[in-house]
């Protein structure tokens, strides 16, 4: 099945299959990440029968259609010989998060020469009846923010608080200032209508936040940094679009600090990074889209500004071959910072040094979507690229001079590293997609095993404060 995995529990009970009288109870005991379908079926005397599960999303055709994928099925049990009397018959299934579904129960009491299914109401119908006249539903679960935690030995999972049950909530960012203090970010809500969501941990337990900005069309933290546990700047994508989205928080409360749309009739603008020395000295990083009146439309343009403690300027990016976007940054001092992202050719990497930014030459391509620098003479960026079969995991190293390639490991499938915290020259741990955490020992870079794993899963952001305690946030 395509997607992600929630499970679920959902039991139907009392269906016979010979007698062609059948019914499903309600769903219950639904549980994060898998469905357990129950049933009861009886066969009888000289009947050789057959059973499976027929599910599928209730907003889509039950035999599918253009681009809609038919239900699906468990695998066929049996044969069973009657007389067999009540037998109890189940099976797990993978849905989608947030899906509502339709399901039924179909018995055959001829090995399988016809089936019927039915559902609540012990109304029998086709196979191919759609809708049939009788099914079940049950809705999974939205998808929610997660948090682990990296003591030195494992990774393992951190309660985080879920805003509301009905509607996805995600972390996109996280910054630590030491082992009881972190400050992760992200969104709750649909695209559509989706509002900020900042939540702090203290070493026992993760707390919301009240956020300033309102709720809107696209709005979103994607990054959080955190110079001191009682000064953070957040930053995003506002309403619609707009001019880009900036947070500060100064111990007691989030409050909105405007930014600048370098061109707000033409282009889209969003933050992706942001990195900070000190409360009055931070850098944003992110992008300008092109919109339908500019030339060419969907263009895509390098994006930094600067926060000086009372307002946030833009600064003149390069973009080389002739496009470019920022999706992570880095600085070590009031003077020196590192973005990195994507560019023309592949991979994009510059320095600011306190008055221009300056592209440096990188060797990988692909895309990069997190930096961490511990020094001007030390800097690792992750990223991902598609070497013409799958999406691979990539990583370089910056050691003053130049930047220079570092083999990762990937797992079986798809791998994308999407940040990366270094707590010294030699420690750096990166996270990404599916579910996936490395770590840099100074000669090379490892996969730790993390204590989520179903494909639903994405780790989007960590943070070190040293290198036994590690903050990793994403979705799940």
Same mark, same amino acid.
């Given at each position: 099945m395509r997607g992600r995995v929630l499970l679920l529990a959902v039991v139907a009970t009392a269906l016979a299959v010979s007698a062609c009288a059948a019914h499903t109870t309600p769903a219950t005991d639904i549980r994060d990440y898998a469905v357990t379908l129950h049933a009861t079926g009886r066969?009888?005397?000289?009947?050789?029968?057959?059973?499976?599960?027929?599910?599928w999303p209730a907003l889509s055709p039950r035999l599918g259609g253009h681009d809609i994928e038919p239900s699906e099925t468990t695998p066929v049990q049996g044969p069973v010989n009657g007389p067999t009397?009540?037998?109890?018959?189940?099976?797990?299934?993978?849905?989608?998060?947030?899906?509502?579904?339709?399901?039924v129960f179909c018995g055959s009491p001829n090995n399988g020469a016809t089936f019927v299914c039915s559902g609540p109401n012990g109304t029998f119908g086709s196979t191919t009846a759609d809708p049939p006249p009788d099914f079940g539903t049950f809705t999974s679960k939205q998808l929610k923010t997660l948090a682990e935690g990296w003591n030195g030995s494992v990774w393992f999972v951190q309660r985080t608080r879920r805003v509301s049950q009905t509607i996805p909530?995600?972390?996109?960012?996280?910054?630590?200032?030491?082992p009881t203090a972190c400050t992760a970010v992200g969104r709750e809500g649909s695209f559509s209508d989706t509002r900020t969501l900042a939540e702090r941990w203290d070493g026992t337990s993760w707390t919301v936040q009240p956020t300033a900005a309102e709720s809107g069309a696209s709005i979103n933290l994607a990054s959080v940094s955190c110079p001191s546990p009682s000064a953070c700047v957040a930053v995003g994508t506002g309403a619609g679009f707009g001019p880009p989205l900036a947070e500060h928080w100064d111990?007691?409360?989030?409050?909105?600090?405007?930014?600048?749309?370098?061109?707000?009739?033409?282009?889209?603008?969003?933050?992706?990074?942001v990195s900070c020395t000190s409360a009055t000295a931070c850098t944003a990083v992110g992008a300008t889209i092109n919109n339908a009146s500019a030339t060419p439309p969907g263009t895509v343009f390098t994006l930094a500004e600067r926060w000086n403690g009372s307002s946030w300027t833009v600064q003149p990016t390069p973009n080389p071959g002739g496009s470019g976007s920022f999706k992570a940054v880095s600085c070590t001092s009031a003077t020196s910072c590192f973005a990195v992202g994507f560019g023309g050719a592949g991979t994009l990497a510059a320095h600011w040094n306190g008055s221009t930014w300056t592209v440096q030459p990188t060797p990988s391509p692909g895309s990069f979507n997190g930096v961490s620098c511990t020094s001007d $003479?030390? &800097? *690792? /960026? +992750? @990223?991902?690229? !598609?070497?013409?079969?799958?999406?691979?995991?990539?990583?370089?190293?910056?050691?003053?001079?130049?930047?220079?390639?570092?083999?990762?490991?990937?797992?079986?499938?798809?791998?994308?590293?999407?940040?990366?915290?270094?707590?010294?020259? $030699?420690? &750096? *741990? /990166? +996270? @990404?997609?599916? !579910?996936?955490?490395?770590?840099?020992d100074g000669t090379s870079w490892t996969i730790q095993p993390t204590p989520s794993s179903n494909p639903f899963t994405r780790l989007a952001a960590v943070s070190c404060s040293s290198g036994a305690s590690c903050t990793a946030v994403g979705q799940r």
């Open positions: 066969c009888d005397a000289g009947e050789v029968c057959k059973w499976y599960f027929e599910y009397g009540l037998k109890n018959v189940s099976a797990r299934i993978r849905v989608f998060p947030g899906t509502t579904y339709r399901w909530s995600e972390f996109s960012g996280v910054s630590c200032t030491s111990g007691t409360t989030w409050t909105t600090k405007p930014t600048v749309d370098p061109r707000p009739t033409e282009s889209d603008s969003l933050f992706s990074g $003479t030390a &800097c *690792t /960026a +992750v @990223g991902s690229y !598609f070497n013409g079969t799958r999406l691979v995991t990539v990583a370089a190293r910056w050691n003053g001079s130049v930047w220079t390639a570092q083999t990762t490991p990937n797992t079986d499938g798809f791998s994308e590293l999407k940040s990366v915290s270094c707590s010294s020259a $030699t420690s &750096c *741990t /990166a +996270v @990404g997609d599916p !579910f996936l955490a490395e770590h840099w």
